[in-house]
């Protein structure tokens, strides 16, 4: 299942203002029935996003800007590294947006391999890009994150800005605190992040905000048959990549 191509430039992706009815939640307390509906809207989204992707099987989880264009350097790499995951056997799952996540879903669609995003709905209207197999459109970020880690092994971080940097925190994150297992964290692309590495050693590290093992959280490269061995070393060794679950006719479910 695809979609045609959204002509609205890169450069205007995720710039939009905030609708009024997320300025209010977002506000502070609100009367007990606006969060409670509020509260029944997050629930059905994520059980949504259960239902939707169940059956995608392991998957290998690519972040990187929206703002990238088909003829820039990384968006070739990134659809070089699409490519690379459907190879490996693994379903490619990105935001499901343009740029670099377009790449990747690109490169696996080609492929022949299994190409999904999670999209975000904003008020300006964002379609997903035209190589995905299947896509969830979420109205809240954070449910659209757990949704692109929940279902992932590993992480491929590719150059982007504000969102990539939150979405690659929050995944080392959750490995420093153990929330979730140690999986493999590949970040390329070394001229981008040299002043971000430099800037966790010199400063994060040397003022003991963070220690040298979280250093080691992730590589860096600008290889991707580099990021696909380190990927395939780590889940191999570490961790049993289940299959895809059955379906259940009686649930309603289709893979």
């Not at 995720?14 to 409670?36: I, M, N």
């Not at 169940?54 to 990187?64: D, L, R």
């Amino acid at each position: 299942m695809t979609r045609s191509t959204n002509d609205q430039p890169n450069a205007d992706w995720g710039k939009a203002s905030a609708t009024h009815e997320e300025r209010v939640f977002l506000h502070g307390p609100q009367s007990r029935w606006f969060e409670f509906r509020r509260a029944l809207r997050i629930f059905r989204e994520c059980i949504r996003g259960f239902r939707q992707l169940h059956f995608i099987g392991p998957c290998i989880t690519v972040f990187g800007s929206a703002r990238f264009k088909e003829d820039e350097p990384y968006y070739q790499l990134a659809r070089e590294m699409g490519q690379a995951i459907a190879n490996s056997g693994y379903t490619t799952m990105t935001g499901g947006g343009p740029g670099i996540m377009e790449a990747a879903n690109r490169g696996a669609h080609e492929t022949g391999g299994p190409s999904v995003g999670c999209n975000i709905e904003l008020p300006h209207e964002q379609h997903p890009n035209p190589y995905l197999d299947k896509w969830v459109d979420f109205r809240y970020f954070f449910v659209r994150k757990v949704m692109l880690l929940k279902y992932s092994h590993a992480f491929v971080v590719f150059p982007g800005g504000y969102g990539t940097l939150d979405e690659v925190f929050e995944t080392l994150t959750l490995i420093q605190t153990g929330k979730i297992h140690d999986f493999p964290v590949v970040i390329v692309g070394r001229d981008y992040w040299n002043a971000l590495i430099d800037f966790l050693r010199e400063s994060l590290l040397a003022r003991g905000a963070i220690d040298e093992r979280d250093l080691d959280r992730f590589i860096v490269t600008d290889s991707v048959d580099e990021a696909m061995r380190y990927i395939l070393d780590i889940t191999s060794e570490r961790f049993e990549v289940a299959n895809r679950p059955k379906a259940r006719v009686l649930l309603g479910e289709r893979t």
